[in-house]
């Protein structure tokens, strides 16, 4: 019989530590010398990345059946870009080159082991990342960032080959091997070894606005001059292109463009122009989840064979297409697989192995994310080889979502409902339960159905949640992508208090006790939600923006020229940007948020939520502001995940009136 207790105080095995406890975050699915290998991020350890190889027989083998591929106690991760991604290369020998987070230096790994030996240059002024490494001249070519001058108008990207071998001088400069545009990403080598393709934009765009595909030859003297560099794709200055990956055995080019609206598959023969085919036309996008974010993302791969795969989504379920690109023309012999066939809902980033095994990393709304195994040809349910969480919670406290679409100011907008699930308890309250509403970071991203601990964590206690893909997410087309422009702090607003106010009228949701939180972008959206429109009564903002005029001029290169293109360009047009800053307009504030920020963030400096939760002191507003020390842009560490979780859980409970079984102390000030 279920005990019967208010919405919010039920209590639930999804507690912050369960979520952390066993818990890692799994990346970069690989093949090493033959062996699988792929990247796990650790909280317990700090938060540390990892580079693990699979090896179920080792006798030192973890729950996850691995075992560390690059040194105890090293970091394996990048700050190009601060985002970062592609900290790891690997030759056909079974090198592996890795970037450690501490000094930003290139590391080697012989294959089978032993002693690391830096293959680049100590003092922090360069960082390396998206490396791919040439055989024949034993030589990386990495997308490199100098920071000789640190400030972000100073920092200077390109594209550089780097010596690999053993008697390499780690102390010598990079050769520059593409210069001179603002940013630089994907450089990728032909199967011959003699040509290098890469993606380059320049301010203000973001790689998702407009982009170019040129190919430079290596190793014959080319001038380093990307002008000089043969141009493939993105002259017409509106097009995103991204994502290039030569064919191993036609030595054709391929790669993603939005030109069509979504990002489909192209090829241009030879890599040199000529022609572009779309190879597979689809009203989809191939890209992945949140494309130009990090390095190293891949939407669509060649298999052994030299068959096409790739994975885009269908009502909101991952589906992967194989398919026969050996001939000109658009793809033959089109196969779709999905879940009727073995495959988890969601996955991405397939990698092809011989036998016509597949290997990615997937999972669904009940499990959690794991590398998985599938065959081409047997089918059959996909074989989990390394999971990244060791608890499992019972079907009884999983909460399935529900993909919804509700009517906004620009026509439908979508995200994910996530109804209070508990078998154990029941509410007889006559009010429906309270909701929270996730506005997701980016703001050029999107959200998904995959597991998330973090989600049911609510959802268990009696929580409803709606999980927002708000105007300008990505996954679907460049249409709706493109809704942010100008826009930012408009279109995320009318679109997260519109999916609130749909749940309400639908009787999901209790319109007097309705929350929002968000992390980065994400917390800006919070944050003026909060500020500009009446519709919530407490928000949690993660390490988000509460001033747009601080954040356009003290943030990194990368971003530095992102609100451009979101709100206007600065200083020009600053009356929007003070218009559109929360903090700005802490008259119209009213309601109780929390704050919680890393000391060591870059991206949204520590200022922006000092700045924001002292206005909300003077206004007499309830607040409260956690810092988190030796945190960066998103929390990493155990102990500071599960603060934050239990932080805005109590938060909620005090504001709200609810009994929250085992809330953590916490002092809200003016409350």
């Not at 407009?210 to 200055?237: I, N, Q, Y």
């Not at 998985?372 to 019972?394: D, E, H, R």
Request: aromatic share 10%; with cysteine.
């Amino acid at each position: 019989m279920p005990v019967d207790a208010p919405y919010g105080a039920w209590e639930s095995p999804i507690t912050s530590q369960a979520i952390t406890a066993g818990s890692v975050k799994l990346s970069d699915v690989m093949m090493v010398g033959g062996a699988l290998h792929w990247v796990e991020g650790r909280p317990q350890e700090q938060g540390r990345y990892v580079l693990c190889r699979h090896a179920p027989e080792d006798p030192a083998r973890s729950e996850r059946d691995g075992v560390d591929a690059t040194p105890a106690g090293s970091n394996v991760r990048t700050r190009v870009h601060e985002y970062g991604g592609g900290a790891v290369a690997a030759a056909a020998n079974g090198d592996v080159f890795f970037s450690e987070f501490a000094s930003q230096r290139v590391y080697r790994v012989p294959a089978g082991g032993g002693e690391a030996v830096p293959i680049t240059p100590d003092g922090g002024r360069y960082r390396f990342a998206d490396g791919v490494h040439s055989a024949d001249r034993d030589t990386l070519y990495f997308v490199c960032e100098d920071h000789e001058h640190p400030k972000p108008k100073d920092v200077v990207n390109s594209i550089v080959a780097v010596r690999a071998g053993a008697g390499a001088d780690a102390d010598a400069p990079p050769t520059v091997v593409a210069r001179g545009n603002d940013f630089y990403a994907a450089p990728r080598l032909s199967p011959d070894g003699t040509q290098l393709a890469y993606v380059t934009w320049n301010h203000p765009n973001m790689p998702w606005d407009a982009t170019e595909l040129r190919v430079v030859p290596v190793g014959g003297g080319a001038p380093a001059d990307t002008a000089a560099h043969a141009r493939v794709a993105g002259a017409d200055g509106d097009t995103s292109v991204m994502q290039p990956l030569w064919h191993p055995t036609t030595g054709d080019l391929y790669y993603l463009s939005d030109e069509s609206g979504f990002y489909n598959i192209y090829r241009a023969a030879g890599g040199e122009g000529g022609a572009a085919t779309p190879v597979l036309p689809m009203a989809a996008d191939f890209g992945g989840a949140a494309p130009g974010w990090v390095f190293g993302a891949q939407g669509f791969s060649f298999l052994p064979d030299g068959r096409l795969a790739a994975a885009y989504k269908k009502d909101g379920a991952s589906r992967l297409v194989v398919a026969d690109v050996s001939a000109p023309g658009a793809a033959r012999d089109v196969q779709e697989f999905s879940m009727e066939h073995g495959l988890p809902m969601q996955f991405g980033g397939v990698l092809g192995a011989p036998g016509g095994d597949l290997y990615f990393i997937g999972g669904s709304p009940s499990a959690p994310s794991c590398v998985y195994k599938w065959n081409l040809t047997a089918q059959g349910p996909a074989a989990p080889l390394a999971c990244s969480s060791s608890l499992s919670f019972p079907d009884a406290v999983i909460s399935v979502p529900k993909a919804v679409a509700f009517p906004t100011t620009l026509g439908e907008a979508y995200g994910y409902y996530y109804a209070p699930k508990n078998d154990g308890y029941a509410s007889s309250e006559p009010a429906p339960p309270p909701l929270l509403v996730k506005a997701h970071g980016g703001p050029t991203a999107c959200t998904g159905a995959q597991f998330n601990a973090g989600i049911q964590f609510w959802t268990s206690r009696g929580f409803a949640v709606l999980d927002v893909d708000y105007g300008g997410s990505t996954g679907y087309g460049r249409e709706y992508r493109r809704r942010l422009r100008k826009a930012w702090g408009v279109v995320d607003i009318d679109d997260v208090c519109a999916g609130a106010q749909y749940l309400v009228a639908q009787g999901l949701a209790d319109g007097a006790r309705l929350c929002i939180d968000g992390g980065s972008a994400g917390g800006y959206t919070t944050l003026g939600a909060l500020a500009f429109r009446d519709v919530f009564k407490a928000g949690c903002s993660l390490y988000g923006i509460g001033d747009l005029c601080a954040l356009a001029g003290d943030t990194h290169k990368f971003e530095s020229r992102y609100l451009d293109g979101l709100v206007g360009a600065y200083p020009e047009e600053e009356a929007v940007y003070k218009a559109r800053s929360p903090i700005e307009s802490v008259a119209t504030l009213s309601c109780p948020i929390l704050i919680l920020q890393g000391d060591e963030d870059k991206i949204v400096p520590l200022n922006q939520a000092e700045l924001m939760h002292k206005a909300l002191l003077q206004k007499g507003i309830p607040t409260c502001l956690r810092v988190y020390k030796g945190e960066q842009h998103g929390f990493r560490k155990a102990e500071n995940i599960q603060d934050a979780l239990d932080s805005e859980l109590a938060f909620y409970g005090r504001v709200f009136g609810i009994d929250v079984p085992g809330a953590v102390d916490i002092t809200i000030d003016n409350m």
